[in-house]
């Protein structure tokens, strides 16, 4: 049985991933199920790495060692994420926002462990990036992850998953935007002690001020602890004010679930609220131009007949 490789980029310079083993220490170039990438050498400048055929990992660790230089991953071909036992990984070192541009694939649930600075998952020119398969986006890390993906060209049916940390998409500006995916999982919100250290936000433009962004596919909400949803304009070219983001079902299982909201968007439930936890408190905060959040439970609000406390 063949063992998984663990390669480490070794060049001070742009250059591509495969076909020039001197670009890896000791020529090891990782691309195989479960195999490990790590670019965490120092790096004297801002560096691409192009992804010049296709690549599968089990891991990818990133961060210039020394200073605060960014890695770049470009190209048209694509990385599979698929591990051999457990879940996939990707670890993000450093205060930089290194910037992921080539297409994604999730065989396997990913953790994505942003310990630091922010991971921009966007393709050149602020183009989304194909972003498929049907493993869970598990956010952890205290750091951003910033997703400008296109999920639905080639289906994502995998969950997202916040466990501490923020989980930002960006996605297509319309009025029925489909970022989120085709699958019929949904955001996952573990809170972790406070509502701040968890988040989940919505960046969409829609068309035009006092318009609305309705979300399909992923669009359930699962919270359980302290955790929150923030919407507000896309971090790219933001745009349009009073913007109306629609979900569909929120099931609470008991803790504090925050809202907040920045040039006056705001966030709708048009689907069930289920209270399952004993008492769920909702923390709607004003927002960037001092007017309110502003939350709207559209449909039904049930408990089960269980006498929970909202």
């Not at 923020?166 to 297509?172: P, R, S």
């Not at 309705?214 to 949803?229: E, K, L, P, S």
């Amino acid at each position: 049985v063949a063992l998984s490789a663990e390669g480490f980029w070794i060049l001070n310079n742009a250059g591509n991933w495969t076909g020039t083993p001197a670009n890896w220490q000791g020529g090891t170039i990782p691309n195989a199920v479960g195999d490990i990438a790590n670019f965490r050498n120092d790096i004297t400048a801002a560096r691409t790495i192009t992804l010049n055929s296709a690549v599968t990992l089990g891991g990818l660790s990133m961060g210039d060692l020394l200073g605060g230089s960014v890695f770049t991953f470009a190209g048209t071909n694509a990385l599979t994420l698929d591990n051999t036992s457990g879940n996939a990984f990707v670890k993000k070192f450093g205060s930089a926002t290194d910037v992921w541009q080539a297409p994604l694939v999730l065989t396997d649930n990913v953790d994505w462990n942003i310990f630091t600075g922010t991971l921009d998952v966007n393709g050149a020119s602020n183009a989304q990036v194909s972003y498929s398969g049907a493993g869970n986006t598990i956010k952890n890390g205290a750091g951003a992850l910033r997703l400008n993906i296109d999920a639905v060209t080639t289906p994502y049916t995998g969950n997202f998953v916040v466990n501490f940390g923020t989980l930002n998409i960006g996605g297509a500006n319309s009025a029925t935007p489909t970022s989120l995916g085709t699958g019929t999982g949904g955001i996952i919100l573990n809170g972790n002690g406070r509502q701040d250290l968890g988040v989940f936000s919505l960046n969409n433009n829609s068309t035009a001020s006092d318009t609305t962004a309705t979300y399909a596919g992923n669009n359930n909400v699962i919270v359980q602890g302290a955790a929150g949803i923030n919407v507000d304009r896309n971090y790219i070219g933001g745009a349009n004010d009073r913007v109306t983001h629609i979900l569909n079902n929120l099931t609470f299982n008991g803790g504090v679930f925050r809202v907040t909201s920045g040039n006056g968007h705001r966030l709708q439930f048009e689907g069930t609220t289920t209270l399952s936890g004993q008492t769920n408190v909702f923390d709607v905060l004003g927002n960037t131009t001092a007017t309110l959040a502003n939350l709207t439970l559209n449909g039904v609000i049930t408990d089960g007949a269980a006498s929970r406390n909202l």
